[in-house]
């Protein structure tokens, strides 16, 4: 089956630096990716739409400039926290899309992103 | 609106016994799909099923089984002869039917299966 790869799968870092996350499909070309944002015992919060070879789209009220997604191509995504503050840790869960806009999403395992 | 409830946030069972995850989902759209996730503890989410809005056949996949009713608007899951390593969170979503539209999550309904 399609099998999307997230990396790291935890990371802490201290408030100011900037984190990198990778998504990866790992057998089909994605051509659309999501990221989601996910709070403790709470929903997945779709934070923006990534698209190959063009720019992310951003759901209203997530900072475009703090969230930086990259979709550089069919098989890779890339989310950056930039300047990140405590209030940015969470766990962050990607997915891609196989096939018709319609089709299952794919998820990644996700990131346990820890600022202190 | 686009809306998924899933009134149930957390429920215990004890193993053997059979559980029935409730979904109840809002859409002015003829058409739309429905979808089951699994996160378990490990934290990814598993696409357990599909189903279109103009397919109201129950689906049964081993121990699983949806029961999906447009006239109550409701897609619920039910798990026979529940185990242990079915506890997880469940998450019911919508694809409301035009392209671009994007996945709406439930809640999630966490499930705990005590042995």
């Given at each position: 089956?399609?099998?999307?790869?997230?990396?790291?799968?935890?990371?802490?870092?201290?408030?100011?630096?900037?984190?990198?996350?990778?998504?990866?499909?790992?057998?089909?070309?994605?051509?659309?990716?999501?990221?989601?944002?996910?709070?403790?015992?709470?929903s997945l919060?779709?934070?923006?739409?990534?698209?190959?070879?063009?720019?992310?789209?951003?759901?209203?009220?997530?900072?475009?400039?703090?969230?930086?997604?990259?979709?550089?191509?069919?098989?890779?995504?890339?989310?950056?926290?930039?300047?990140?503050?405590?209030?940015?840790?969470?766990?962050?869960?990607?997915?891609?899309?196989?096939?018709?806009?319609?089709?299952?999403?794919?998820?990644?395992?996700?990131?346990?992103?820890?600022?202190? | 609106?686009?809306?998924?409830?899933q009134?149930?946030?957390?429920?215990?069972?004890?193993?053997?016994?059979?559980?029935?995850?409730?979904?109840?989902?809002?859409?002015?759209?003829?058409?739309?799909?429905?979808?089951w996730y699994k996160q378990?503890?490990?934290?990814?989410l598993?696409?357990?099923?599909?189903?279109?809005?103009?397919?109201?056949?129950?689906?049964?996949?081993?121990?699983?089984?949806?029961?999906?009713?447009?006239?109550?608007?409701?897609?619920?899951?039910?798990?026979?002869?529940?185990?242990?390593?079915?506890?997880?969170v469940y998450f019911c979503a919508?694809?409301?039917?035009?392209?671009?539209?994007?996945?709406?999550f439930g809640?999630g309904?966490?499930?705990?299966?005590?042995?």
């Open positions: 089956g399609a099998v999307v790869s997230q990396h790291p799968s935890r990371v802490i870092c201290k408030s100011g630096t900037s984190v990198k996350i990778e998504c990866r499909s790992l057998d089909f070309q994605a051509t659309t990716m999501f990221w989601y944002r996910q709070f403790p015992k709470q919060m779709l934070m923006a739409t990534s698209n190959e070879g063009s720019k992310a789209t951003y759901e209203q009220g997530v900072e475009k400039d703090k969230f930086l997604i990259n979709h550089a191509s069919l098989t890779l995504s890339t989310l950056t926290v930039t300047s990140a503050h405590p209030e940015d840790s969470s766990f962050y869960i990607c997915s891609a899309l196989e096939g018709a806009w319609d089709s299952p999403l794919h998820f990644g395992n996700g990131t346990r992103l820890t600022v202190t | 609106a686009q809306k998924v409830t009134a149930q946030t957390e429920i215990s069972v004890v193993e053997k016994e059979d559980v029935t995850l409730d979904c109840v989902y809002e859409t002015r759209d003829t058409t739309y799909y429905l979808f378990p503890p490990s934290g990814e598993v696409f357990l099923i599909r189903r279109n809005s103009f397919d109201e056949q129950n689906e049964i996949s081993g121990r699983y089984s949806w029961n999906f009713q447009k006239s109550t608007s409701s897609f619920n899951f039910t798990i026979t002869a529940s185990q242990v390593v079915d506890s997880a919508l694809l409301p039917g035009e392209y671009g539209n994007k996945l709406v809640a309904t966490i499930l705990r299966v005590k042995s």
